[in-house]
Structure formats: C-alpha cells, structure tokens
C-alpha cells in the first residue's frame, strides 16, 4: 500500500510508532505530536513502501525509522531558515536537509514547530 487516503495512514503511523516499543515510537509520536501543533492542517501519507510523511501543498516532512536514528527529512530543507541548527544530516545536498535524532538526543521543540511552520509557509508560496 503506497498512496492510502490519509485516515489509513494515520492508522498506519499509528501502528508503526505502536510497533516500536522503544525510544524510537516515543520519538516519532512526539514528532507527530509536534507537527500537528505547527500546523493542524498538515495531512499524514505513507508512501515508498511504508514511510510516514506530513504534507501541506508538498512534502513537509518525512519520518523514517532506523534501528539507531529517527530521520526528519525536509525536502526543502536547503531553502529554510535553520536558526537554530537543527540540521545535522543531508547537509550537502542542494535541495533537502535532515535531523537525525538518536536515542537520548533531545530535539529543541519549539525551533522544530518553527521549521516546520516555514516549510508548509514555503510549499504554499509555491504554487
């Protein structure tokens, strides 16, 4: 299931955070969490065989799951101001940026509501 309509994927993250039962679902939960709060609009997806993504007229953000990371992918990442330099990943390409977030690593929350609040402001003055 690539593209389902967004209540099953919201069940699918659902299940996915429910399916890690260590740091890792505490962390994409409060992700989640975090991104409902920058932009209540923002629709959850699942594409690419089973990778949960925020979208709000573009790709957000996706939420990919590695045995010692949760990756936050912007795919605008390049082009968003990052005052607080959450980035640490996919710094060289020319396009996206990412947050690799290991276990006991605390992401700054209110610069990651900020950033994703600028990335649904960019994807919307791109139309």
């Known amino acids: 299931m690539t593209n ?3 209540a099953d994927a919201s069940a699918l993250l659902s ?14 939960a409060r992700v989640r969490a975090l991104i409902r709060e920058a932009d209540p609009d923002a629709v ?13 007229n ?8 590695y045995k010692t990371i ?3 992918t912007f795919a605008k990442g390049a082009a ?16 996206r ?3 690799d977030i290991a276990e006991g690593r605390r992401l700054d929350e209110t610069a990651f509501v900020a950033l994703v609040r600028a990335a649904a402001v960019l994807n919307g003055s791109r139309q």
Do not use: H, Q, Y
């Open 70 to 72: 949760v990756k936050l």
């Open 44 to 56: 959850e997806t699942w594409k690419w065989r089973g990778v949960p993504v925020w979208e709000k």
């Open 15 to 28: 299940a996915r955070i429910g399916d890690l039962s260590d740091w890792r679902g505490e962390t994409l």
């Open 58 to 65: 573009g790709i957000i953000c996706t939420g990919e799951t």
């Open 97 to 99: 940026r990412a947050i």
């Open 4 to 6: 389902p309509d967004p």
């Open 80 to 95: 968003l101001p990052d005052p607080s330099s959450l980035f640490n990943a996919s710094l060289d390409g020319n396009v």
